[in-house]
């Protein structure tokens, strides 16, 4: 029986690369919407300050849900962490992949929804 502690610091340490790919697709969103504002009414580059709040809220709450990720683990392996730990990379691709995703959605549909309604 591994002790809880090593799952948790395995998550940690992971912690790192799911902040760099955060932050890559986050620069990416944040270029895309200042190059499409920069060419539309519509869509106008946000109040600097709000931004920043705004980036500043949204890595917050990424890493608020990333702690799930070793929080349940703990609780599906009812504190055994042999039991969980053969599943834990793939959870950590999945969740990773899926914040990747939900980083780059500006990216994607602020210049799709520009394409739809004009330039």
């Known amino acids: 029986m591994k ?12 912690r790192i690369p799911y902040n760099i790919a955060l932050a890559f697709a986050g620069a990416v ?5 200042f190059l499409v504002g ?14 920043i709040i705004g980036i500043v809220l949204y890595g917050i709450g990424a890493n608020l849900f990333y702690t799930l990720g ?8 009812g504190g055994d962490t ?8 793939r959870v950590f691709r999945i969740g990773l992949i899926a914040s990747f995703v939900i980083t ?16």
Do not use: C, M, Y
């Open 29 to 33: 969103s944040i270029a895309v919407v």
């Open 38 to 51: 920069s060419r539309s009414a519509v869509f106008s580059a946000a109040n600097p300050l709000g931004l």
């Open 70 to 77: 070793w929080i349940s683990e703990l609780l599906w392996s």
């Open 104 to 119: 780059l959605l500006p990216a994607v549909l602020i210049p799709t929804f520009w394409l739809i309604f004009g330039f």
């Open 3 to 14: 002790r809880p502690w090593d799952a948790i610091v395995w998550w940690e340490i992971q």
């Open 82 to 89: 042999t039991r969980t730990e053969p599943f834990r990379k």
